[in-house]
């Protein structure tokens, strides 16, 4: 688990709850221990109530970064269920653990050099062929993606459609936890992705365009300002940027256009 021991009291680490609703609190056991937390809160900020300081297992705090993968049962059933701290709220007597990395199979390979073929991701995840296709990477996605469905086209050598149908993969290993063939079906459908991008579909010119624009060193000096900048002038900056409008259309630029 990637939390620390209790650092503080619950009531030092919630200052923004209202604790006139404190009675509505349900203990949950958090690798054992049992804490009493309010029902409203997600796992993760749970884990914070209780006083647990998440040095790992936390990054965006919204879904995206697939850090916070946690497990959990419910008393009386063998079900292991799964899903992101940060989007779960928590249960009265949930048992749950956080697996905030998963040791999973991540081959090291040359995309520049390997054609985007079965045979290519074959040779550096053999592991492949071992799908039994018994659906419990599936099962246990909290993205709700179909994973044995991509697994399944990239061992038919469709690799399109397994970048399509992972395309919102937030990385977490859940599946690779769960999978009886210890596949790392995040690292193939990384993989996969790659391949289609590079060998697959047609150049982007504007990626190119800005891809020049950075090695020609344009950004060089605006960088080397902002990694000198002191605190204060980092705030202003940042309070002070201008936003895109939410209603901006797909041509919206910002007024100070030297840095596009
Ligand atoms: S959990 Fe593993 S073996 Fe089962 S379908 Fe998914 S990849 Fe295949
Ligand atoms: S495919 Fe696997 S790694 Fe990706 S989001 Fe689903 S469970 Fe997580
Ligand atoms: S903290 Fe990023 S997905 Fe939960």
Not at 20 to 41: A, C
Not at 73 to 78: A, I, K, L, Y
Not at 149 to 177: F, K, N, P
């Amino acid at each position: 688990m990637a939390t620390a021991e209790p650092l503080q009291s619950a009531a030092e680490q919630a200052p923004a709850l209202d604790l006139t609703e404190r009675t509505d609190l349900v203990p949950i056991f958090i690798m054992g221990k049992k804490y009493d937390v309010p029902s409203t809160l997600t796992i993760q900020k749970a884990l914070e109530y209780a006083g647990y300081q998440l040095i790992r297992g936390c990054g965006c705090r919204g879904g995206i970064c697939g850090a916070c993968a946690t497990v959990y049962r419910m008393p009386g059933s063998p079900k292991i269920h799964v899903g992101l701290a940060c989007q779960t709220l928590v249960q009265p007597n949930m048992y749950l653990t956080m697996v905030p990395f998963f040791p999973a199979n991540r081959a090291v390979y040359n995309i520049e050099e390997m054609k985007p073929d079965t045979h290519a991701l074959l040779k550096v995840y053999p592991e492949l062929t071992k799908c039994m296709g018994c659906n419990t990477c599936t099962k246990s996605c909290p993205m709700e993606l179909d994973v044995m469905e991509y697994i399944s086209a990239a061992l038919r050598g469709d690799l399109e459609r397994t970048a399509e149908l992972s395309m919102s993969c937030v990385m977490c290993g859940i599946c690779a936890s769960r999978c009886p063939a210890e596949l790392g079906q995040y690292h193939i459908a990384i993989l996969c992705r790659r391949l289609t991008a590079r060998h697959l579909r047609p150049k982007a010119a504007h990626v190119a365009e800005m891809v020049e624009r950075v090695e020609s060193g344009r950004y060089e000096e605006p960088l080397r300002q902002l990694m000198t900048a002191d605190l204060d002038t980092l705030r202003k900056l940042y309070v002070e940027r201008e936003m895109e409008p939410h209603t901006a259309d797909e041509m919206w630029q910002p007024q100070e256009t030297r840095f596009l």
